[in-house]
């Protein structure tokens, strides 16, 4: 049985008790431990290269994995969103569709008519819903500006006794 040697990239194995042709122990003298800390630091560097590599590689696929998860995320959201905007046209013109019909039979049968009534008040509506909403957004950033400017003026009046307006006056 042979007797066991030590490994050069393990510091730690134990050292050969034998010259490895023969059970007779073999006499050495001791090493120097600072020397053979010295000899120690290459294999050591060596291993926290291998780590430090390794760690790189593991951060670089933990990034990959976010990317590639965050676009099928975002791929399957624009599939969703187009599905889901889809059947909402669909939905409407069915909707719109049987409307028009139906007013048509009501008017005698005259389609075409029922067609452009449902068409006119479809336009109108929307027409209707986005002056609403440009007057409603105009009012509210006219009213934030106002009491943007209130705020500074009293701020002035706080500081130094008047405003602008007062002062504009004095003049």
Same mark, same amino acid.
């Given at each position: ?7 050069? &990239? ?6 050969? &008790? ?12 001791p090493v ?6 010295f ?20 951060k ?8 590639r998860?965050?676009?099928m ?16 046209i669909?939905?409407a013109?069915?909707t719109?569709?049987?409307l ?9 049968g ?10 006119l ?12 909403g440009? &007057?409603?957004l105009?009012?509210?950033w006219?009213?934030?500006?106002e009491?943007?400017y ?7 009046r706080?500081?130094f006794g008047?405003d602008v307006?007062? &002062?504009?006056?004095?003049?």
């Amino acid at each position: 049985m042979d007797a066991p040697t030590q490994n050069p &990239r393990n510091p730690f194995s134990p050292p050969p &008790r034998t010259n490895g042709h023969s059970e007779r122990p073999v006499d050495f003298e001791p090493v120097n431990p600072a020397k053979r800390a010295f000899h120690e630091v290459p294999v050591y560097l060596a291993e926290l290269k291998s780590q430090a590599a390794y760690l790189l590689s593991a951060k670089v696929d933990a990034a990959k994995a976010s990317v590639r998860r965050l676009v099928m995320f975002a791929v399957l959201g624009v599939v969703g969103l187009l599905v889901g905007g889809g059947l909402l046209i669909s939905a409407a013109f069915l909707t719109l569709s049987g409307l028009a019909m139906g007013l048509g039979h009501l008017l005698g049968g005259h389609l075409w008519l029922g067609n452009l009534i449902v068409g006119l008040l479809v336009i109108g509506g929307t027409c209707l819903v986005a002056w609403m909403g440009v &007057r409603k957004l105009t009012g509210a950033w006219h009213l934030q500006t106002e009491q943007k400017y209130e705020r500074k003026r009293n701020e002035q009046r706080g500081e130094f006794g008047r405003d602008v307006q007062q &002062r504009a006056g004095q003049g």
